[in-house]
């Protein structure tokens, strides 16, 4: 869990700097209290390293984010191939202004369907949808 809270802090911080690092801060203990332990969070390790994680809630991706150290390296792709595999339709919320998300999940296959501001921040969030056949061997 620590691991897996602190990439999420440093990414979120480094992706988002149009958004308050103290806005960040106060949210880990959500995220440990709350939210990872209410998803299917999947982590991806090298040597008992973790390098990046996934969270899932029903047919949402709740979190896709790789260790800031790691970024670049294909991490976040196959994150993303294993989400596919375990479901057919994916949503997710990115903020419009982190352009490299964007642009990863519109190579990923994801679509946008709408924008719309963001609850918690105010900036705006673009809602994104994936498509796609689930593996029969995902569904063990």
Known sequence: MDSVLDIW???SIKAHDFVEKEFWQSHVKDMREVYIPGSETYVLEDNNQ?????SLYENTLAALFVDPDH???GIGTR???KAKSLRRKIDLCVY???TTALGFYVKCGFTAKKERPEPHTGHRETLMEYTGAASPL???
Request: charged residues 20%; without cysteine.
């Open 9 to 11: 802090l440093r990414a």
């Open 50 to 54: 973790v390098l990046g994680f996934f």
């Open 71 to 73: 970024q670049g390296k």
């Open 79 to 81: 994150l993303m191939d």
């Open 96 to 98: 419009s202004e982190n």
């Open 138 to 140: 995902s569904q063990s």
